[in-house]
């Protein structure tokens, strides 16, 4: 398989434990689930209705609170964001309302009208979203018409441990529908191929790339 990224020959990785196979990149880091194990959309809808997030759960404001911490001096006008992926309960707006930002809200399941279409925004918000993502690349393009110049998507997605055997422990991937995973190196050069650079990531799980 070429890489769905930047289209060099990728490598299988074949999971003993659990069947499953990947592709990984050499060149750009990304890790893709083999589409025959893909979830159904009854089994992604099971799975979002089990994410019980909200403003009175403490340790999940305070890691949204962290993330908008994270980006927000990247942030040149801070009137209007696109939070992409809202999910059922969009506490990340809630949050920005309180600085005083104007927020619209899509989710594929939960808001799905399209309702940034005829809209610029001064930023745009991704949170655990790019993981379910079977072609990052035309999202982060979509994404690009919507931005004003110099404005930012800041994106929050767990970047994955380089080795296979390490992979193959890491928690993460065992989410039905997480099918896409990611290194810092991985949404650099997604970024480049789709008009943005990559300004600042915390090496961890967030990724803040500003439009050229």
């Not at 949404?187 to 480049?192: F, K, R, T, Y």
């Not at 943005?196 to 990724?207: L, N, S, V, Y």
Request: aromatic residues 14%; glycine residues 4%.
């Amino acid at each position: 398989m070429r890489c769905k990224i930047c289209n060099f020959e990728t490598v299988l990785w074949k999971d003993p434990r659990y069947k499953h196979a990947y592709y990984t990149c050499p060149h750009c880091e990304g890790v893709f689930l083999d589409a025959q194990f893909y979830p159904s959309s009854e089994t992604e809808q099971n799975v979002y209705a089990n994410h019980h997030n909200s403003l009175e759960n403490e340790g999940y404001v305070r890691m949204l609170e962290n993330f908008i911490d994270f980006f927000w001096d990247t942030l040149h006008v801070k009137e209007s964001l696109l939070d992409f992926g809202s999910g059922p309960t969009p506490v990340l707006s809630e949050l920005l309302h309180r600085r005083n930002v104007r927020v619209d809200c899509y989710d594929k399941w939960y808001q799905p009208k399209k309702i940034y279409t005829d809209r610029i925004y001064d930023g745009i918000t991704s949170t655990e979203v790019f993981e379910h993502l079977d072609d990052p690349i035309a999202i982060l393009n979509e994404l690009n018409i919507h931005l004003h110049q110099g404005g930012i998507v800041a994106l929050m997605t767990l970047f994955h441990p380089k080795t296979q055997a390490d992979f193959f422990q890491w928690w993460y991937r065992r989410d039905p529908t997480h099918i896409t995973f990611y290194t810092p190196k991985t949404i650099g050069i997604m970024a480049e191929q789709c008009g943005f650079e990559m300004i600042k990531d915390d090496g961890r799980r967030i990724a803040v790339l500003r439009k050229r």
